[in-house]
């Protein structure tokens, strides 16, 4: 675990989010052993929440935090939805809104220093 996100680090900040790691207050690592051992799914949460109405679509939590500032969400269980593409697509929102609310533009779409 410790290899793979000093892998997505370096990437973030080869990417233009320089001396990421310095403005890190607080992290906390999720992986299937959490989701399996704490909730009792095993390998993992496929799809995050329970698709009921009121954790469907706009539902969700938002990808910015409603009570914290700077605090950013990403994942299946964040509006807009589950499934890889929609991830995806939330992760480049996520960026995106970051970057507009720190006053950075936005990042092109595929970022190819982002690739490999």
């Known amino acids: 675990m410790p290899q793979f996100r000093e892998k997505v680090m370096e990437k973030l900040e080869k990417a233009g989010l320089t001396d990421l790691r310095q403005h890190i207050e607080f ?55 589950g499934g890889v593409p929609v991830v995806l697509t939330c992760g480049k929102l996520a960026a995106d809104l970051i970057l507009k609310d720190h006053h950075s533009g936005t990042i092109s779409w595929p970022n190819p220093e982002m690739a490999g």
């Open 27 to 81: 992290e906390r690592i999720y992986t299937p052993y959490t989701f399996q051992e704490r909730f009792n799914l095993y390998q993992g949460a496929a799809f995050g929440l329970a698709p009921t109405l009121l954790q469907s679509g706009y539902f969700r939590p938002h990808i910015s935090s409603e009570n914290v500032k700077n605090l950013y969400f990403v994942g299946a269980c964040v509006h807009p939805g």
